[in-house]
């Protein structure tokens, strides 16, 4: 019996992408995310995915313990296992298709990005247009949590299509970002390595959506 629905979705290209990225790269490759190495990442995805309370962890401080706890586990093994291991989503609850779209389009594609512009070199991706609307629709989703930090109101305009959402309200204009979807998420996502995102709109709206700890 299998639980695997096979509709091929982005969440599922993005991670065979990353994986094969990963390995590209190398496990001591540098990665957008702080001091992270590619081999931190892969077993950051690990962890996430098969640890219940590990994942837990992540974004719940008084259970970070848990968290490195099954970090250590999980990253005794060789580099190429660990991303084989990442490589197929884990049957529960992941195996279903519409589950995993749901969790990890946005955590697959940002950190293959992540890979990808961790060393010199990279080039934006020209991703299709029907992959650009998926990501279109889980930022202007995800989007309202990622930029609350900056405390200002936010409005996001795509480049390449008609649309635009507001991400944030408040008093005042909002700051204004036009671009990609793929590229306004990394920006959400606290990514400083975007490009062709213009944001635009009152000098102090602007400076503090600059200045803030975005995404999770």
Not at 156 to 168: C, F, K, P, Q
Not at 198 to 205: K, M, R, T
């Given at each position: 019996m299998r639980l695997l629905r096979t509709s091929d979705t982005l969440a599922r290209r993005e991670r065979r992408a990353l994986c094969d990225t990963a390995i590209l790269v190398g496990s001591d490759a540098p990665t957008l995310c702080g001091g992270w190495t590619a081999r931190d990442l892969v077993v950051h995805l690990l962890v996430r995915e098969r640890h219940p309370?590990?994942?837990?962890?992540?974004?719940?401080?008084?259970?970070?313990g848990l968290t490195e706890r099954a970090?250590?586990?999980?990253g005794r093994a060789d580099f190429p296992v660990l991303v084989e291991r990442v490589r197929s989503p884990w049957p529960v609850p992941f195996g279903l298709a519409p589950l995993d779209a749901l969790a990890n389009t946005a955590e697959m594609f940002v950190h293959h990005e992540d890979l990808r512009r961790g060393s010199r070199g990279w080039a934006p991706r020209a991703l299709p247009r029907a992959d650009e609307d998926v990501l279109w629709r889980v930022l202007t989703m995800a989007g309202r949590s990622l930029v609350r930090p900056a405390g200002v109101p936010v409005r996001?305009?795509?480049?390449?299509?008609?649309?635009?959402?507001?991400?944030?309200t408040g008093s005042g204009d909002p700051a204004v970002l036009t671009g990609r979807p793929s590229e306004l998420l990394l920006f959400v996502y606290g990514r400083?390595?975007?490009?062709?995102?213009?944001?635009?709109?009152?000098?102090?709206?602007?400076?503090?959506l600059r200045a803030a700890d975005l995404g999770l």
């Open positions: 309370l590990g994942a837990l962890g992540i974004v719940v401080g008084p259970l970070a970090t250590q586990r999980e996001v305009e795509r480049a390449d299509a008609a649309g635009s959402a507001t991400l944030a400083s390595q975007v490009r062709d995102v213009q944001v635009e709109g009152p000098d102090e709206a602007v400076a503090a």
